[in-house]
């Protein structure tokens, strides 16, 4: 297990790094409960403990039923780790949880979808409504938007809520 960047030996942990902790305990015994490899890395990212299960060199197939079709179980396995905090810590956890990188190609893939709509709407002056996302998903293309200077809205109702982009005002 690798712990969060900076000197966390001397300095007593900040809470996010203690939830990132209390996470990779969690997700660890979940893992030799499934008999399955991996490294877990824990980081602070944007405010949110950040925690990934790395697939060991070779094993990177096996750690596919963790996020199953389009992520549905890592979905599920971020809320029950979040919960696993919580139970811990007394606080909601807004913990962001990666399995073998998923989460991450999954947002340059929507930051490429952003800059796209980004693009029509700026040559147009239309708004744009994108495809129903999940929450991460809104709040990466709420989060790149909002770095080109537009402003975005959810519409709609779970599991449909999706992103409308608007122009600049």
Same mark, same amino acid.
């Given at each position: 297990?690798?712990?969060?960047?900076?000197? %966390?030996?001397?300095?007593? !942990?900040?809470r996010? *790094?203690?939830?990132?902790?209390i996470?990779?305990?969690?997700?660890?015994?979940?893992?030799?409960? &499934?008999?399955?490899?991996?490294?877990?890395?824990?980081?602070v990212?944007?405010? +949110?403990?950040?925690?990934?299960i790395?697939?060991?060199?070779?094993?990177? +197939? &096996?750690?596919?039923?963790?996020?199953?079709?389009?992520? *549905?179980?890592?979905?599920?396995?971020? *809320?029950?780790?979040?919960?696993?905090?919580?139970?811990?810590?007394?606080?909601?956890? $807004?913990?962001?949880?990666?399995?073998?990188?998923?989460? %991450?190609?999954?947002?340059? @893939?929507?930051?490429?979808? &952003? $800059?796209?709509?980004?693009?029509?709407?700026?040559?147009?002056? @239309?708004?744009?409504?994108?495809d129903?996302?999940? !929450?991460? *998903? +809104?709040?990466?293309?709420?989060? %790149?938007?909002?770095? &080109?200077?537009?402003?975005?809205?959810?519409?709609?109702?779970?599991?449909? $809520?999706?992103?409308?982009?608007?122009?600049?005002?």
């Open positions: 297990m690798t712990t969060p960047s900076g000197d %966390a030996g001397t300095a007593s !942990p900040t996010l *790094e203690e939830e990132g902790e996470a990779a305990d969690y997700l660890e015994e979940l893992l030799d409960i &499934a008999d399955l490899d991996g490294d877990i890395d824990i980081d990212d944007h405010g +949110r403990a950040a925690v990934e790395v697939a060991e060199e070779g094993a990177e +197939r &096996a750690l596919d039923r963790l996020v199953g079709e389009d992520g *549905e179980v890592l979905d599920a396995l971020q *809320e029950l780790t979040r919960l696993a905090v919580q139970a811990k810590t007394g606080d909601r956890s $807004r913990l962001m949880l990666d399995v073998a990188g998923f989460r %991450a190609a999954r947002k340059a @893939e929507l930051v490429e979808v &952003a $800059r796209e709509a980004i693009g029509r709407v700026q040559s147009s002056g @239309e708004s744009v409504s994108l129903p996302m999940n !929450p991460f *998903e +809104r709040k990466v293309v709420h989060d %790149a938007v909002a770095a &080109a200077g537009l402003t975005s809205d959810s519409d709609g109702v779970e599991p449909g $809520r999706y992103v409308v982009i608007k122009p600049a005002s």
